[in-house]
């Protein structure tokens, strides 16, 4: 993620930490006097946020600083005052101040966490100066709470600390700050420090101080790794296996720090068991906690599926090439009867070569009692069915062994096999394995009564049955507990058979979708399906006027967000990631917005309506997948579409190349006949008689008369060919625009009548000179192409809302395989007149261009009995007078 | 106007060709005439000469042709004939609307420059003559108008028109010879015009000119310009 925001930003601000053991040792002195500096110096500085301090000393620092407004909200009555990152943003100093980097955003804000608003204000640019002190920094959590005794909540992820260009340590004798506390002059910036005070004593300070020039000189280290680009990438691969215990937490951050220094991989593994789907709100919530911290300290979280966790560990282990693998003590469950290795153990055994960290745990006991508390409410309603179905099964038994013993005369060693039935149904359709267990139980007792002797009593005469009892209850247990082992993975199994009938689905559907629309829908669409909720999916930036494609599962939710919804969607877009609930960047949205993307583009964003419910990791998982399938169709399709496009300029070029072949070899003709003539005139004048005078004449004027109308139709040809051409529709009434372009047609030399038939007042849409230039074509040809004498209709007709235009002609017509060919530029009929020239066949093809950009058709019939029908449709515009 | 009741013509263009063969033409109908190259010449000439008829391209080479007319309407109200090419309908409606009378579109022919010119002539005529009996009657053609009594006639025929065309007639009456663009019709017949009143007026104008004219697919007193506005041209 980290690499993504470098790239969408050319240039990313520089974070400056001010570093310090405790609180009192001068941090936010340091960062005023900084910026005082960097402020003689030019440098446009503002001051985001100061805890507010009661030592003028440093008060005083802040003076000529231009304080930014803070951000105030109503939290249960209560006015706070936070630092205001949308007026930075709108400000956009070259440097601002922010103190409290670790600082937890009230409800409201636009993230949760003070570095995330860093985060953004580095992204749009800004330098930022921030002050923390060692308790804050995530992985150094555990050791300095078991120095201290309190739990800092306040915590930030290592990276942030690690990735910041400057750290400045802040650093004073520990006798000194105990003076100056004693002195009165400190004033805890929160409770949890100034409680932290009443436990100072010199050597807590002392160890305090020890840990942060440590992590400094850890810094350093790290800095000198990545100068000399030999990033050791040691064979080394840390796994740690996530779970919904608080401890996780504990060795989450053990193992970050482990694979810091053993420059390794880092991955955080979650093992989806069927039991998973039974886990309480609160073990939810506090894997997904856990999840977020892996993720923040650097791990990659992988998912697998399958009921037992450590042959999944240790499966992934070997695919992964796993070295270490860090646990919590957690892990070590015992299952009821049966004798069980401790977790480790198992582990070992089957991945000799993995290496085992063991963190001890304090929190095991008080979460086992929350999942115990837990699940009876949930379970109620199943035991009575499933106490129902093992009575059941127990009364069939009981009641086909009576047949088979009381009037077939079967022994009774043979009807205990009957109730292997009994047991195995209960063990199959009952939830959980008990039952079976149950089951076998009752069966023994119900035999023993009604089978041995002495009947109808608990009591066995015959010793032998006693074995008989032993050998059923075991085989009814074993059996049992097989069947539920087949009924899991058949589980197991559906639901991996589900999420990949989805994803295949899924991709099938984008495979054949054929434009970006239909490939949001149907992402959309898919969406819908899985989490049953209401997507709204936006193509390309999420704007007021975008319309995004909606899939509803309410049918009475809006068809778009609301603005507070589209702003997250807008966040997402702009800055690549995920955000919205169950996110920590504006979590208070009713929408998740996540972002549709390749590596380095974001196509879209997805907001789905997630009505307060946390959807489920497998879902999520799932959810992910279609997203990356659907930002790889869109990417495809973008490729397909540019790659249309550069066809086409392929295409138009070539045609520009051909127009210009072919004006060059058309004009040559008339201006050679001009030229020549008015040279002829020059020279011989005196030579020539008042006849070829008057012929040359007419010959020169003819030429050019040709040449202009060339010109025209080329220069309205180009306009359209460039697409730059913009259409300036008007109400035009059609008889206008057709006794003007009567005006221009070349009739010189011709005898053909032509005739109008026009509806009166019939008033159309049209851009007027294109349109002329098309009437003025048609007539044209007509007269072109037909013999003297002939005529020539012109008629216009009002039919519904559409005019119809047609020019028709009684002259020899077009044969039928010349007429697909006519539209096509330069194309001329082959049987045009001797002289070799009768324009380049740009008539027709401007005409159909033209009628094309009115949204209509130009189409050839054959007239009856003889002759051409041009004939096209235009919008009727009607007329309020 | 020289003494021959010939007019005087100044001839702006800045292409040697074309303004040849405008000079040419000019003189052999004995027309007096000057020529400048540029905008500023241009300024200068009208000022000087004091010409009857401007003759003006509108590509000039130092300014645009339409702020050489404003400038020049700043004080002459003479005729001003404005020449272009032909694919810019927009700039003939700016200079028309920036005062000048009439246009032409390159390539024209000597023939079209002439006719413009002599209908031009006729409507500085019809002004000096308006001015001696200002007159309440108008003739063209066989068209009458009597601005006192509100009737129209064509021949001896009474015409019965709306209000609308009555007003319509009237304005391309006043300003016979010259063409009137669309835009400037709409703000003095219309009150308050709007975009649809576009349309409207065409139709106005084709009921109108079915009224007044013998043959309205051949009309001859009141002319269509496509895509610019309408002229009444002045018939003998």
């Not at chain 1, 330069?826 to 401007?846: K, P």
């Not at chain 2, 009456?173 to 019709?185: C, M, R, S």
Request: hydrophobic letters at 40%; proline letters at 3%; a neutral charge.
């Amino acid at each position: 993620m980290e690499s993504e925001e470098r790239k969408e930003q050319p240039r990313r601000g520089k974070l400056k930490i001010f570093f310090g053991y405790a609180a009192g040792i001068g941090k936010t002195y340091a960062m005023l006097q900084s910026a005082q500096k960097a402020k003689e110096s030019g440098i446009d500085v503002v001051a985001g946020y100061i805890e507010p301090h009661t030592r003028a000393e440093t008060m005083a620092l802040t003076q000529g600083l231009e304080m930014l407004p803070l951000k105030e909200l109503k939290y249960h009555k209560l006015a706070l005052k936070e630092f205001n990152l949308e007026a930075a943003l709108e400000r956009k100093p070259e440097l601002i101040l922010v103190d409290e980097l670790a600082h937890t955003n009230a409800a409201g804000c636009r993230h949760e966490k003070r570095y995330q608003d860093i985060k953004e204000l580095l992204q749009a640019g800004i330098d930022v100066y921030t002050t923390v002190n060692v308790q804050h920094v995530e992985s150094l959590n555990d050791t300095i709470s078991g120095i201290t005794g309190i739990v800092v909540r306040e915590r930030i992820p290592d990276s942030v600390f690690d990735k910041a260009e400057q750290v400045e340590l802040v650093d004073i004798e520990p006798e000194e700050l105990l003076e100056r506390m004693k002195k009165g002059r400190i004033y805890g910036e929160n409770r949890a420090d100034r409680a932290m005070y009443n436990f100072f004593t010199k050597d807590k300070l002392l160890s305090l101080r020890e840990i942060a020039l440590r992590r400094m000189a850890d810094r350093v280290n790290l800095a000198q790794a990545a100068m000399a680009h030999s990033k050791r990438e040691t064979a080394e691969h840390i796994l740690i296996c996530l779970s919904p215990s608080p401890s996780n937490g504990t060795v989450i951050r053990q193992a970050s720090r482990m694979a810091v220094a053993f420059h390794g991989k880092f991955t955080a593994l979650y093992v989806e068991t069927p039991e998973a789907s039974e886990m309480s709100r609160e073990d939810i919530r506090q894997l997904n906690e856990n999840t977020r911290l892996a993720e923040q300290l650097g791990a990659k979280v992988v998912t697998s599926y399958g009921s037992d966790i450590v042959e999944e560990i240790a499966a992934y282990a070997e695919v992964a090439r796993v070295t270490k693998i860090v646990l919590g003590r957690t892990y070590t469950k015992r299952r009821l009867l049966f004798i069980k290795d401790s977790f480790s153990e198992q582990l070992s055994r089957l991945a000799p070569s993995l290496e085992i960290f063991l963190i001890p745990d304090a929190y095991d006991r008080k979460y086992k009692s929350v999942r115990k508390r837990k699940k009876p409410a949930v379970e109620q309603k199943r035991i009575w069915t499933d106490a129902g179905i093992c009575a059941l099964g127990l009364l069939c038994s009981t009641a086909i062994a009576f047949l088979l013993n009381r009037f077939f005369g079967f022994s009774a060693a043979n009807v205990v096999m009957v109730y292997m039935i009994g047991v195995l149904m209960s063990a199959v359709f009952t939830s959980r394995q008990i039952w079976g267990i149950i089951a076998s139980v009752m069966s023994i007792l119900i035999f023993n009564f009604f089978f041995t002797e002495p009947y109808r009593t608990l009591q066995v005469n015959d010793p032998g049955y006693l074995i008989t009892f032993c050998v059923m209850f075991i085989t009814a247990v074993i059996s049992s507990a097989l069947t539920k082992k087949v009924k899991n993975y058949a589980q197991q199994n559906a639901k991996k058979a589900y999420r990949t009938e989805i994803l295949l689905e899924t991709s099938r559907k984008l495979q054949d979708a054929g434009s970006l629309e239909n490939i949001a829908g149907r992402t959309a669409e898919q969406l819908n399906m899985l989490l049953e909720r209401n997507v709204y999916f936006y193509l390309g930036k999420p704007g007021k006027d975008s319309r995004p494609v909606v899939c509803k599962a309410d049918e009475e939710a809006s068809d778009a967000l609301g603005d507070s919804e589209l702003a997250v969607a807008q966040w997402t877009y702009r800055n690549n990631k995920h955000a919205g609930f169950s996110t920590q960047t504006l979590p208070g949205a009713r929408c998740l917005c996540m972002a549709v993307r390749s590596t380095d583009k974001v196509f879209a964003v997805v907001a789905i309506d997630m009505e307060h419910r946390d959807i489920s990791a497998f879902e999520e998982g799932i959810m992910g997948a279609i997203l990356n399938e659907c930002a790889f169709a869109l990417e495809k399709e973008e490729l397909i579409i540019e790659r249309k496009e550069a066809d086409m300029k392929l295409q138009k070029e070539q045609l520009r190349a051909n127009l210009l072949r072919s004006i060059s070899h058309d004009l040559r003709t008339p201006l050679t006949s001009i030229s020549g003539n008015a040279e002829t005139l020059m020279g011989n004048d005196s030579q020539l008689g008042t006849v070829q005078r008057k012929a040359i004449y007419k010959d020169i004027y003819d030429d050019s008369i040709w040449l202009i109308n060339l010109v025209e139709n080329l220069l309205s040809v180009t306009r359209i060919e460039n697409g730059s051409m913009k259409l300036n529709i008007q109400g035009e009434i059609v008889e206008d625009v057709i006794t003007e372009a009567l005006k221009h047609v070349n009739r010189r030399g011709r005898m053909q009548s032509i005739r109008v038939e026009c509806d009166e007042l019939l008033m159309v849409r049209i851009d007027v000179k294109l349109m002329l230039q098309v009437i003025i074509n048609l007539i044209d040809n007509a007269v072109k192409y037909t013999p003297p004498h002939s005529e020539i209709w012109i008629r216009a007709k009002r039919i519904g809302d559409r005019a119809v235009v047609s020019v028709s002609d009684n002259g020899p017509g077009i044969p039928d395989s010349e007429k697909p060919k006519l539209f096509q530029m330069f194309y001329t009929s082959c049987n045009s007149v001797a002289d070799g020239r009768r324009g380049m066949g740009l008539g027709l093809t401007l005409c159909q261009a033209v009628i094309n950009a009115h949204g209509g058709e130009i189409k050839v019939y054959d007239n009856v009995p003889k002759g051409t029908i041009f004939r096209f449709e235009l919008e009727v515009e009607d007329v309020i007078l | 106007m020289t003494a021959d009741g010939k007019p005087y013509v100044l001839v702006v263009e800045d292409d040697a060709p074309v303004r040849n063969l405008i000079a040419t033409t000019l003189e052999s109908q004995n027309y007096k005439y000057m020529t400048s190259v540029n905008g500023g010449q241009a300024v200068m000439s009208a000022a000087s000469g004091n010409p009857d008829i401007i003759l003006m391209d509108l590509g000039l080479p130092d300014m645009d042709g339409v702020d050489v007319i404003k400038k020049i309407r700043t004080w002459s109200v003479a005729p001003i004939i404005v020449i272009s090419a032909r694919s810019d309908d927009r700039d003939k409606v700016d200079a028309l609307d920036a005062g000048a009378d009439d246009y032409l579109t390159k390539p024209f022919s000597v023939e079209e420059l002439l006719a413009r010119l002599r209908s031009t002539l006729r409507r500085i005529q019809y002004l000096t003559q308006k001015g001696d009996n200002e007159a309440s009657i108008f003739h063209n053609g066989s068209l009458t108008i009597d601005y006192g009594a509100g009737t129209v006639h064509v021949g001896e025929k009474e015409i019965h028109l709306m209000p609308l065309e009555y007003s319509l007639l009237c304005l391309l009456a006043q300003n016979v010879g010259k063409v009137l663009t669309y835009q400037f019709i709409l703000d003095k017949v219309w009150a308050n015009a709007i975009e649809s009143d576009m349309s409207s007026l065409r139709v106005y104008m084709a009921s109108l000119r079915k009224k007044i004219e013998k043959d309205s697919g051949q009309p001859q007193c009141i002319q269509t310009h496509i895509g610019i506005g309408y002229r009444m041209v002045r018939l003998n």
